[in-house]
Protein backbone atom coordinates (compact mmCIF):
# COMPACT_ATOMS: atom_id res chain seq x y z
CA UNK A 1 0.00 0.00 0.00
CA UNK A 2 1.23 3.46 -1.09
CA UNK A 3 2.33 5.86 2.25
CA UNK A 4 -0.10 8.42 -0.17
CA UNK A 5 -3.04 6.21 0.59
CA UNK A 6 -1.93 4.99 4.08
CA UNK A 7 -2.37 8.73 5.34
CA UNK A 8 -5.91 9.13 3.68
CA UNK A 9 -7.05 5.72 5.46
CA UNK A 10 -7.84 6.70 9.07
CA UNK A 11 -9.22 3.41 10.21
CA UNK A 12 -5.48 2.38 9.18
CA UNK A 13 -3.28 0.76 11.97
CA UNK A 14 -0.06 1.52 11.15
CA UNK A 15 2.29 -0.42 13.62
CA UNK A 16 0.43 -3.29 11.89
CA UNK A 17 1.62 -2.12 8.84
CA UNK A 18 4.99 -1.72 9.43
CA UNK A 19 5.21 -4.97 11.45
CA UNK A 20 3.65 -6.68 7.99
CA UNK A 21 6.57 -4.95 6.32
CA UNK A 22 9.40 -5.89 8.55
CA UNK A 23 8.21 -9.21 8.45
CA UNK A 24 7.99 -8.85 4.67
CA UNK A 25 11.65 -9.38 5.08
CA UNK A 26 12.12 -13.30 5.45
CA UNK A 27 11.81 -14.69 2.10
CA UNK A 28 12.24 -18.44 3.37
CA UNK A 29 12.01 -20.48 6.18
CA UNK A 30 14.82 -20.06 8.98
CA UNK A 31 16.60 -17.31 7.31
CA UNK A 32 18.64 -15.74 9.46
CA UNK A 33 18.69 -12.21 9.22
CA UNK A 34 20.83 -8.82 10.65
CA UNK A 35 19.01 -6.15 11.61
CA UNK A 36 20.60 -4.06 8.94
CA UNK A 37 19.19 -6.42 6.18
CA UNK A 38 16.12 -6.03 7.81
CA UNK A 39 16.23 -2.45 7.02
CA UNK A 40 17.30 -2.58 4.18
CA UNK A 41 14.83 -5.06 2.82
CA UNK A 42 12.07 -3.44 4.49
CA UNK A 43 12.64 0.23 4.21
CA UNK A 44 12.15 1.13 8.00
CA UNK A 45 14.69 2.87 10.11
CA UNK A 46 16.77 1.39 12.32
CA UNK A 47 15.36 2.83 15.47
CA UNK A 48 11.69 1.89 14.46
CA UNK A 49 12.95 -2.01 12.80
CA UNK A 50 14.48 -2.24 16.17
CA UNK A 51 11.52 -1.48 18.48
CA UNK A 52 9.62 -4.23 16.22
CA UNK A 53 11.86 -6.64 16.07
CA UNK A 54 11.63 -6.84 20.17
CA UNK A 55 8.04 -6.38 20.73
CA UNK A 56 7.50 -9.18 17.99
CA UNK A 57 10.18 -11.43 20.02
CA UNK A 58 8.38 -10.79 23.21
CA UNK A 59 5.54 -11.76 21.30
CA UNK A 60 6.66 -15.21 19.81
CA UNK A 61 6.47 -14.40 16.06
CA UNK A 62 10.18 -13.55 16.08
CA UNK A 63 13.13 -15.68 17.49
CA UNK A 64 16.74 -13.74 18.13
CA UNK A 65 19.00 -16.53 17.16
CA UNK A 66 22.30 -14.06 17.69
CA UNK A 67 23.98 -11.34 18.92
CA UNK A 68 22.28 -9.53 15.90
CA UNK A 69 20.51 -12.28 14.31
CA UNK A 70 17.21 -12.90 13.55
CA UNK A 71 14.72 -15.54 12.71
CA UNK A 72 10.53 -15.57 11.34
CA UNK A 73 8.32 -17.58 13.21
CA UNK A 74 5.98 -16.89 11.11
CA UNK A 75 6.16 -18.95 7.62
CA UNK A 76 6.66 -16.43 4.85
CA UNK A 77 3.65 -15.57 2.61
CA UNK A 78 3.97 -15.81 -1.14
CA UNK A 79 3.71 -12.75 -2.74
CA UNK A 80 1.29 -12.85 -5.52
CA UNK A 81 2.30 -14.32 -8.75
CA UNK A 82 4.40 -11.98 -10.73
CA UNK A 83 5.43 -12.04 -14.80
CA UNK A 84 8.76 -10.85 -15.16
CA UNK A 85 10.12 -11.01 -19.17
CA UNK A 86 13.92 -11.49 -19.11
CA UNK A 87 15.83 -11.20 -22.24
CA UNK A 88 19.00 -12.82 -22.28
CA UNK A 89 22.36 -11.29 -24.14
CA UNK A 90 22.70 -14.89 -25.74
CA UNK A 91 22.11 -18.79 -25.41
CA UNK A 92 25.53 -20.04 -27.11
CA UNK A 93 28.20 -18.52 -24.41
CA UNK A 94 28.45 -20.02 -21.08
CA UNK A 95 28.51 -16.72 -19.35
CA UNK A 96 25.02 -15.96 -20.23
CA UNK A 97 23.91 -19.49 -20.07
CA UNK A 98 24.78 -19.45 -16.60
CA UNK A 99 22.64 -16.30 -15.55
CA UNK A 100 19.85 -17.88 -17.58
CA UNK A 101 19.82 -20.84 -15.74
CA UNK A 102 20.54 -19.50 -12.60
CA UNK A 103 17.31 -16.97 -13.00
CA UNK A 104 14.83 -19.65 -14.15
CA UNK A 105 15.71 -21.68 -10.89
CA UNK A 106 15.20 -18.62 -8.80
CA UNK A 107 12.27 -17.68 -10.17
CA UNK A 108 10.46 -21.48 -10.00
CA UNK A 109 11.44 -21.25 -6.45
CA UNK A 110 9.57 -18.22 -5.68
CA UNK A 111 6.62 -19.17 -7.89
CA UNK A 112 7.64 -16.27 -10.30
CA UNK A 113 6.25 -16.53 -14.43
CA UNK A 114 9.27 -15.91 -16.60
CA UNK A 115 9.25 -14.66 -19.63
CA UNK A 116 12.42 -15.83 -21.49
CA UNK A 117 13.65 -14.55 -24.69
CA UNK A 118 17.09 -14.42 -26.56
CA UNK A 119 18.73 -11.70 -27.53
CA UNK A 120 21.25 -13.18 -29.81
CA UNK A 121 23.92 -10.61 -29.32
CA UNK A 122 21.81 -8.15 -31.86
CA UNK A 123 20.78 -4.82 -31.16
CA UNK A 124 17.85 -4.79 -33.63
CA UNK A 125 17.14 -8.60 -31.77
CA UNK A 126 16.90 -6.68 -28.21
CA UNK A 127 14.71 -4.06 -29.77
CA UNK A 128 12.08 -6.81 -31.12
CA UNK A 129 12.25 -8.66 -27.59
CA UNK A 130 11.74 -5.41 -25.76
CA UNK A 131 8.27 -4.64 -27.85
CA UNK A 132 7.21 -8.21 -27.33
CA UNK A 133 7.76 -8.16 -23.45
CA UNK A 134 5.71 -4.79 -23.25
CA UNK A 135 3.03 -5.98 -25.17
CA UNK A 136 2.70 -9.23 -22.63
CA UNK A 137 2.55 -6.97 -20.11
CA UNK A 138 5.11 -8.44 -17.58
CA UNK A 139 5.54 -6.23 -14.33
CA UNK A 140 9.19 -6.05 -14.45
CA UNK A 141 11.60 -6.48 -17.25
CA UNK A 142 15.57 -7.94 -16.95
CA UNK A 143 17.58 -6.87 -19.75
CA UNK A 144 20.77 -8.41 -20.78
CA UNK A 145 21.74 -6.79 -23.42
CA UNK A 146 25.34 -5.78 -24.49
CA UNK A 147 24.94 -2.80 -27.30
CA UNK A 148 25.56 0.28 -25.46
CA UNK A 149 24.01 2.15 -28.80
CA UNK A 150 20.46 0.65 -28.38
CA UNK A 151 20.63 1.02 -24.48
CA UNK A 152 18.32 4.31 -24.53
CA UNK A 153 16.03 2.60 -26.88
CA UNK A 154 15.26 -0.32 -25.13
CA UNK A 155 15.21 1.51 -22.00
CA UNK A 156 12.39 4.42 -23.38
CA UNK A 157 10.08 1.31 -24.35
CA UNK A 158 10.11 0.18 -20.93
CA UNK A 159 9.71 3.44 -19.37
CA UNK A 160 6.92 4.58 -21.77
CA UNK A 161 4.87 1.28 -20.74
CA UNK A 162 5.60 1.97 -17.10
CA UNK A 163 7.33 -0.88 -16.55
CA UNK A 164 10.79 -1.15 -14.15
CA UNK A 165 13.95 -2.64 -15.53
CA UNK A 166 16.70 -4.04 -14.53
CA UNK A 167 19.87 -4.16 -16.90
CA UNK A 168 22.48 -6.38 -16.37
CA UNK A 169 26.27 -5.33 -16.64
CA UNK A 170 25.33 -2.59 -19.19
CA UNK A 171 24.31 0.58 -18.22
CA UNK A 172 20.27 1.98 -19.20
CA UNK A 173 19.06 5.04 -18.59
CA UNK A 174 16.31 4.74 -15.49
CA UNK A 175 17.02 0.90 -15.17
CA UNK A 176 18.52 -0.58 -11.47
CA UNK A 177 21.52 -1.66 -12.44
CA UNK A 178 22.79 -5.08 -11.63
CA UNK A 179 26.06 -6.49 -12.15
CA UNK A 180 29.93 -6.04 -11.93
CA UNK A 181 31.85 -3.18 -10.47
CA UNK A 182 33.80 -2.98 -13.00
CA UNK A 183 36.53 -0.65 -12.12
CA UNK A 184 37.02 -2.49 -8.51
CA UNK A 185 37.33 -6.02 -10.64
CA UNK A 186 39.72 -4.19 -12.33
CA UNK A 187 41.75 -3.26 -9.62
CA UNK A 188 42.06 -6.68 -8.34
CA UNK A 189 43.49 -7.54 -11.28
CA UNK A 190 46.07 -4.78 -11.51
CA UNK A 191 47.37 -5.18 -7.65
CA UNK A 192 47.62 -9.03 -8.14
CA UNK A 193 50.05 -8.31 -11.77
CA UNK A 194 51.90 -5.38 -10.33
CA UNK A 195 52.74 -8.06 -7.41
CA UNK A 196 53.48 -10.92 -10.06
CA UNK A 197 56.00 -8.51 -11.14
CA UNK A 198 57.85 -7.21 -8.61
CA UNK A 199 58.43 -10.76 -7.05
CA UNK A 200 58.87 -12.87 -10.79
CA UNK A 201 60.13 -10.12 -12.82
CA UNK A 202 61.74 -7.68 -10.43
CA UNK A 203 59.50 -5.27 -11.07
CA UNK A 204 60.49 -5.43 -14.94
CA UNK A 205 58.16 -4.13 -17.63
CA UNK A 206 57.84 -2.72 -20.75
CA UNK A 207 54.90 -2.82 -21.81
CA UNK A 208 51.06 -3.16 -20.96
CA UNK A 209 48.78 -4.48 -23.79
CA UNK A 210 45.37 -4.33 -22.84
CA UNK A 211 41.96 -5.75 -25.19
CA UNK A 212 38.95 -3.71 -25.23
CA UNK A 213 35.35 -4.19 -26.46
CA UNK A 214 35.15 -1.24 -27.58
CA UNK A 215 30.66 -1.29 -28.68
CA UNK A 216 29.96 -2.33 -25.23
CA UNK A 217 30.75 1.27 -23.85
CA UNK A 218 32.21 3.26 -21.19
CA UNK A 219 31.47 0.89 -18.33
CA UNK A 220 33.23 -2.26 -19.23
CA UNK A 221 35.98 -0.80 -20.54
CA UNK A 222 36.21 0.53 -16.93
CA UNK A 223 37.89 -2.83 -15.88
CA UNK A 224 40.84 -1.83 -18.30
CA UNK A 225 41.18 1.51 -15.95
CA UNK A 226 40.88 -0.13 -13.03
CA UNK A 227 43.98 -2.82 -14.30
CA UNK A 228 45.97 -0.09 -15.37
CA UNK A 229 45.55 2.24 -11.89
CA UNK A 230 45.85 -1.70 -10.07
CA UNK A 231 49.23 -1.98 -11.63
CA UNK A 232 50.54 1.85 -10.94
CA UNK A 233 49.18 1.52 -7.84
CA UNK A 234 51.43 -1.85 -6.81
CA UNK A 235 54.45 -0.90 -9.51
CA UNK A 236 54.89 2.72 -10.01
CA UNK A 237 57.63 2.50 -12.29
CA UNK A 238 54.84 1.30 -14.92
CA UNK A 239 53.73 3.95 -15.35
CA UNK A 240 56.26 4.78 -17.44
CA UNK A 241 56.23 2.28 -19.80
CA UNK A 242 54.01 1.80 -23.52
CA UNK A 243 50.80 1.26 -22.98
CA UNK A 244 48.66 -0.09 -26.12
CA UNK A 245 45.03 -0.56 -26.48
CA UNK A 246 43.91 -3.20 -29.14
CA UNK A 247 40.29 -4.17 -30.63
CA UNK A 248 39.55 -8.12 -29.58
CA UNK A 249 35.53 -7.47 -29.73
CA UNK A 250 35.50 -9.49 -26.53
CA UNK A 251 36.47 -12.74 -28.52
CA UNK A 252 38.96 -15.32 -28.73
CA UNK A 253 39.51 -15.26 -32.31
CA UNK A 254 39.89 -11.30 -32.93
CA UNK A 255 41.90 -11.08 -29.71
CA UNK A 256 44.51 -13.73 -31.52
CA UNK A 257 44.56 -12.44 -34.50
CA UNK A 258 44.67 -8.25 -33.26
CA UNK A 259 47.83 -9.79 -30.94
CA UNK A 260 49.33 -11.64 -33.43
CA UNK A 261 49.97 -8.86 -35.52
CA UNK A 262 51.06 -6.42 -32.52
CA UNK A 263 53.69 -9.57 -31.45
CA UNK A 264 55.29 -9.85 -35.00
CA UNK A 265 56.46 -6.01 -34.79
CA UNK A 266 56.96 -5.86 -30.63
CA UNK A 267 60.68 -6.23 -29.04
CA UNK A 268 59.13 -5.43 -25.42
CA UNK A 269 60.51 -8.54 -23.00
CA UNK A 270 58.44 -8.00 -20.57
CA UNK A 271 54.39 -7.48 -21.57
CA UNK A 272 51.77 -7.59 -18.86
CA UNK A 273 48.52 -8.38 -20.81
CA UNK A 274 45.04 -7.29 -19.49
CA UNK A 275 41.76 -7.96 -21.36
CA UNK A 276 37.96 -7.68 -21.18
CA UNK A 277 37.43 -11.11 -20.52
CA UNK A 278 38.62 -14.81 -20.76
CA UNK A 279 38.42 -15.33 -24.34
CA UNK A 280 40.02 -11.84 -25.29
CA UNK A 281 42.42 -12.91 -22.43
CA UNK A 282 42.97 -16.89 -24.07
CA UNK A 283 43.40 -15.17 -27.17
CA UNK A 284 46.09 -13.09 -26.49
CA UNK A 285 47.93 -15.83 -24.78
CA UNK A 286 47.93 -18.25 -27.70
CA UNK A 287 49.44 -15.38 -29.88
CA UNK A 288 52.15 -15.25 -27.55
CA UNK A 289 52.41 -19.23 -27.36
CA UNK A 290 52.50 -19.50 -31.42
CA UNK A 291 55.31 -16.53 -31.51
CA UNK A 292 57.46 -18.37 -29.02
CA UNK A 293 57.71 -15.82 -26.81
CA UNK A 294 55.32 -16.95 -23.61
CA UNK A 295 57.50 -16.32 -21.74
CA UNK A 296 57.42 -12.16 -22.21
CA UNK A 297 54.10 -11.96 -21.40
CA UNK A 298 51.72 -12.20 -18.10
CA UNK A 299 47.97 -12.40 -18.56
CA UNK A 300 45.35 -11.13 -16.45
CA UNK A 301 41.66 -12.44 -17.44
CA UNK A 302 38.35 -11.07 -16.19
CA UNK A 303 35.26 -13.57 -15.32
CA UNK A 304 36.72 -16.86 -14.44
CA UNK A 305 34.92 -18.36 -16.87
CA UNK A 306 35.36 -22.28 -17.90
CA UNK A 307 37.61 -22.20 -20.42
CA UNK A 308 39.77 -19.80 -18.42
CA UNK A 309 39.60 -22.09 -15.23
CA UNK A 310 40.84 -24.76 -17.58
CA UNK A 311 44.26 -22.62 -18.55
CA UNK A 312 44.42 -21.55 -14.69
CA UNK A 313 44.75 -25.57 -14.48
CA UNK A 314 47.77 -25.91 -16.94
CA UNK A 315 51.15 -26.43 -15.74
CA UNK A 316 53.27 -23.09 -15.88
CA UNK A 317 50.65 -21.08 -17.83
CA UNK A 318 51.19 -17.34 -18.13
CA UNK A 319 47.40 -16.96 -17.09
CA UNK A 320 48.02 -16.04 -14.01
CA UNK A 321 44.62 -15.27 -12.63
CA UNK A 322 41.37 -14.24 -13.56
CA UNK A 323 38.60 -11.79 -11.76
CA UNK A 324 35.47 -13.69 -10.81
CA UNK A 325 31.76 -12.69 -11.36
CA UNK A 326 30.40 -15.70 -10.45
CA UNK A 327 27.54 -15.70 -13.03
CA UNK A 328 25.74 -18.86 -11.61
CA UNK A 329 24.83 -16.49 -8.47
CA UNK A 330 22.95 -14.14 -10.79
CA UNK A 331 19.71 -15.39 -10.56
CA UNK A 332 18.74 -15.69 -6.94
CA UNK A 333 20.20 -12.23 -6.50
CA UNK A 334 18.33 -10.76 -9.26
CA UNK A 335 15.26 -12.66 -8.33
CA UNK A 336 15.59 -10.60 -4.82
CA UNK A 337 15.98 -7.29 -6.05
CA UNK A 338 12.73 -7.22 -8.46
CA UNK A 339 10.84 -8.54 -5.40
CA UNK A 340 11.79 -5.62 -4.13
CA UNK A 341 11.31 -2.96 -6.82
CA UNK A 342 8.10 -4.61 -7.10
CA UNK A 343 7.23 -4.54 -3.62
CA UNK A 344 8.46 -0.63 -3.32
CA UNK A 345 11.01 -1.54 -1.23
CA UNK A 346 13.96 0.44 -1.15
CA UNK A 347 17.14 -0.60 -3.79
CA UNK A 348 20.16 1.22 -4.95
CA UNK A 349 20.61 2.54 -8.19
CA UNK A 350 23.32 0.33 -9.07
CA UNK A 351 23.38 -3.43 -7.10
CA UNK A 352 27.07 -4.63 -7.65
CA UNK A 353 28.22 -8.38 -7.35
CA UNK A 354 31.06 -9.76 -5.15
CA UNK A 355 34.26 -10.11 -7.43
CA UNK A 356 36.98 -12.69 -6.31
CA UNK A 357 40.69 -13.59 -7.82
CA UNK A 358 40.86 -16.89 -8.91
CA UNK A 359 44.75 -17.95 -9.37
CA UNK A 360 46.16 -21.80 -10.31
CA UNK A 361 46.47 -21.91 -6.46
CA UNK A 362 42.74 -21.01 -5.58
CA UNK A 363 40.82 -22.12 -8.70
CA UNK A 364 39.90 -25.60 -7.23
CA UNK A 365 38.53 -23.88 -3.62
CA UNK A 366 35.82 -21.30 -5.77
CA UNK A 367 35.59 -24.10 -8.33
CA UNK A 368 36.03 -27.51 -6.77
CA UNK A 369 33.15 -29.82 -8.90
CA UNK A 370 34.32 -28.00 -12.63
CA UNK A 371 35.43 -31.88 -13.62
CA UNK A 372 32.39 -33.21 -12.35
CA UNK A 373 30.56 -30.69 -14.18
CA UNK A 374 32.23 -30.76 -17.62
CA UNK A 375 31.48 -26.91 -18.09
CA UNK A 376 34.38 -26.64 -20.30
CA UNK A 377 34.07 -26.48 -23.82
CA UNK A 378 37.06 -26.65 -26.64
CA UNK A 379 37.82 -23.19 -27.38
CA UNK A 380 37.20 -22.66 -30.98
CA UNK A 381 40.40 -20.62 -32.31
CA UNK A 382 38.33 -18.65 -35.22
CA UNK A 383 36.55 -16.53 -31.98
CA UNK A 384 32.90 -17.82 -32.78
CA UNK A 385 30.86 -16.81 -30.04
CA UNK A 386 33.36 -16.12 -27.35
CA UNK A 387 30.81 -12.81 -26.96
CA UNK A 388 30.96 -9.62 -25.62
CA UNK A 389 31.36 -8.59 -22.27
CA UNK A 390 31.89 -11.84 -20.32
Known amino acids: MSSSLQARD ?7 VHSSQLLSAFHSPGEALPLKEICARCGLPKTMAFRLLYTLEKCGMIDKVGQNLYQSRIRPWRQRLYRLGYAAQGTDYQFSREVTEGL ?14 DNRYSAKIAQRNADLLVREKVDLAIEFQTNEEVAPIVAAKYREAGIPMIAIDIPHPGATYYGANNYEAGLI ?10 ELWHSEVDEILLLELKRAGNVPHMRLSGLLVGINLVLPSAASCRVTYLEGDGELGPSFEAVRKHVRFSHSRHVLVGAINDPSALGALRAFQEAGRTENCVVMG ?8 TELRQPKTRFVGSVAYFPER ?3 SLIRVSLDILNQRPVPPAVFVEHKLITPASVDHYYPNDALAQLVRTEPHDGSHQHLTH
Open 10 to 16: RYLVKSL
Open 104 to 117: QRAAAAEGIELICL
Open 189 to 198: GGRYLGRWVK
Open 302 to 309: QNASPEGR
Open 330 to 332: YGE
